[in-house]
Structures are given as C-alpha cells and as structure tokens.
Nanobody, 118 residues
Framework: QVQLVESGGGLVQAGGSLTLSCAASGGLFSHHVMGWFRRAPGKEREFVTAINWNGVGTYYTDSVKERFTISRDITKNTVYLQMNDLKPEDTAVYYC???????????WGQGTQVTVSS
C-alpha cells in the first residue's frame, strides 16, 4: 500500500523560505507523477506543482512560478518543494499526492501546515 508522509512545514516571515518533503513508500513509482497541492483557510484545494518521477517535466501554477521549485530524489523516494520569497497568501495546509501517468491522484499525504506572517 502506497503511503506518503509530508514534513517541513512551519511558521515563517514573509520573504522567507521553507522546504517541504514528501516521502513515498509501498510501491514502485517509475511511471508516476508526484504533485503538491494546498488548501488555504476558507478556500478550495488547489494545485501547486508536479513532477514526473523520471524527472522529465515539471509543472507550476502561475502564482508560485519563479518562487517554488519541485524536485525529487529517487534514491530516497522523496519529493521536495523548495519555497522561496513566501507570501502571506501562501499560508495553507500543503499536501503531496501521487498518480499514475494519465491517471487521477489517488493517494494523499496527511498534510503539513505552512504559515507565512506579514
């Protein structure tokens, strides 16, 4: 059974940086896509970024381009989200998720809180 565990959230001042990690276990992921989503208070969950497990192809929502970077370490089955120049509007619970190429996201982590103070 595939499991995802996020870590690295916390409280940071505007302009600061955080790195989130998502460790995957329980499967083989060579034909999968790993994504990060977030849910801000009172808002719907939104897509943030994704990466093909083979490392070819990354995707970002417009609001985080040039500030966030997704990467993965296949030796550790871990995906990272480097977040720079954080803004108060980035405050949310961040979730990682996984899907097979061409499929739907069907496994989610428990989420990690990111709070950006102004």
């Amino acid at each position: 059974q595939v499991q995802l565990v996020e870590s690295g959230g916390g409280l940071v001042q505007a302009g600061g940086s955080l790195t989130l990690s998502c460790a995957a276990s329980g499967g083989l992921f060579s034909h999968h896509v790993m994504g990060w989503f977030r849910r801000a208070p009172g808002k719907e969950r939104e897509f943030v970024t994704a990466i093909n497990w083979n490392g070819v192809g990354t995707y970002y929502t417009d609001s985080v381009k040039e500030r966030f970077t997704i990467s993965r370490d296949i030796t550790k089955n871990t995906v990272y989200l480097q977040m720079n120049d954080l803004k108060p509007e980035d405050t949310a619970v961040y979730y990682c998720a996984i899907r097979e190429t061409g499929g739907e996201y069907d496994t989610w982590g428990q989420g990690t809180q990111v709070t950006v103070s102004s």
